[in-house]
């Protein structure tokens, strides 16, 4: 079964307004490590945030925070004031040593489009 | 400059005629893994090292070796490749293998493969 689903293949968003991807992931576990990469167009694969399931307060990094809800197994970025140079596909990741040693289990990631 | 290389970035090549593709970081990381992505499935671990003649299999192996005889280097040999090894093939590493917080995984810049 998918460990990680990124229910929105593409997303758009307006310059300066905010965007929300979701991410959902399936474990039994209480402990590990969620994440989300950026992938521009040059391929990189960028960490923009990350969240450690026993932190109960939500990551932020600058524009981009999470909204994680860990009964739910929901795992979402928001983007706020979205930049032209948020154009990218999103990854979402986990990471649970336990279960996968030190693999990130990733989504099928979500093209995000940005309108001037 | 911390950081993990690939080569080459881009190879065209024909069904069967061995090729490898390098990775070196400069970090002194113990934990390195080979990921391919493909469109609709995200990132997928092919093989993995803990250390130095340390390698294991990942989700998806098959048609692949991998060698770890530095620390530094870990290259991914495609004995005879196929046109389903068509992809965008990343190495990435990480200082431990503990799986903590602190043990981000660096990314290389990406190889696109390309088997006809």
């Known amino acids: 079964a998918q460990t990680v689903t990124q229910s929105q293949p593409e997303m758009s968003v307006q310059e300066a307004e905010t965007v929300t991807l979701s991410c959902t992931y399936d474990t039994s576990e209480s402990d590990y490590y969620l994440f989300w990469y950026k992938q521009p167009p040059s391929r990189q694969m960028i960490l923009v945030i990350r969240q450690e399931a026993y932190k109960q307060q939500n990551a932020t990094e600058n524009r981009f925070s999470v909204n994680f809800q860990k009964a739910a197994k929901s795992f979402s970025l928001k983007i706020s004031d979205s930049q032209l140079g948020d154009a990218a596909m999103y990854f979402c990741a986990y990471r649970n040593y336990m279960e996968y040693g030190n693999k990130l289990v990733f989504g099928a990631g979500t093209i995000l489009r940005v309108k001037s | 400059e911390a950081q993990v290389t690939q080569n080459p970035r881009y190879l065209i090549t024909v069904t069967g005629k061995k090729l490898t593709v390098t990775c070196s970081q400069n970090?002194?990381?113990?934990?390195m893994s080979w990921y391919r992505q493909d469109p609709g499935l995200g990132l997928r671990q092919i093989y993995y090292?803990?250390?130095?003649?340390?390698?294991d299999k990942g989700d998806v192996p098959e048609g692949y070796k991998v060698s770890r005889k530095e620390k530094r280097n870990f290259p991914l040999i495609l004995e005879s490749p196929s046109p389903n090894q068509t992809s965008l093939y990343f190495c990435a590493s990480s200082l431990r293998t503990t799986g903590l917080a602190g043990d981000e995984q660096y990314f290389g810049p990406g190889t696109r493969l390309t088997v006809t």
């Open positions: 970090m002194n990381h113990e934990y």
């Open positions: 090292s803990m250390n130095v003649e340390a390698t």
